[in-house]
């Protein structure tokens, strides 16, 4: 007998679509500030080698995160449980966002 307390088990959140999508957001909004020194034109300012390796680093790992989350939508969890996770991820993002300026 399940607990009262708990959603049915057919209703769930996918963890994986969530911390994924929370993940992508918080490195991005990490970097950001990085990214148009890394790509842009030679006249605008250089990255000290450490900031701009943490950003490349940063930039990898986004990738890495798409690539999993690409997995997950494709090979695990249905329709309903990876758009929760994701709403979830996308409301905890804007949360901690709203909280932090």
Do not use: N
């Not at 929370?22 to 300012?45: D, N, Q, V, Y």
Request: charged share 10%.
């Amino acid at each position: 007998m399940r607990p009262a307390l708990l959603p049915p088990a057919d209703r769930t959140v996918s963890g994986h679509t969530f911390i994924l999508t929370h993940s992508i957001l918080l490195i991005l909004c990490t970097i950001a500030p990085a990214i148009p020194a890394l790509f842009g034109s030679a006249k605008r300012a250089q990255l000290p080698p450490l900031q701009r390796a943490a950003a490349i680093f940063g930039l990898v790992l986004v990738g890495l995160y798409w690539w999993m989350l690409l997995m997950t939508a494709c090979f695990f969890h249905r329709g309903q449980e990876k758009l929760s996770g994701l709403a979830v991820g996308l409301l905890g993002f804007l949360s901690y966002r709203l909280t932090t300026g």
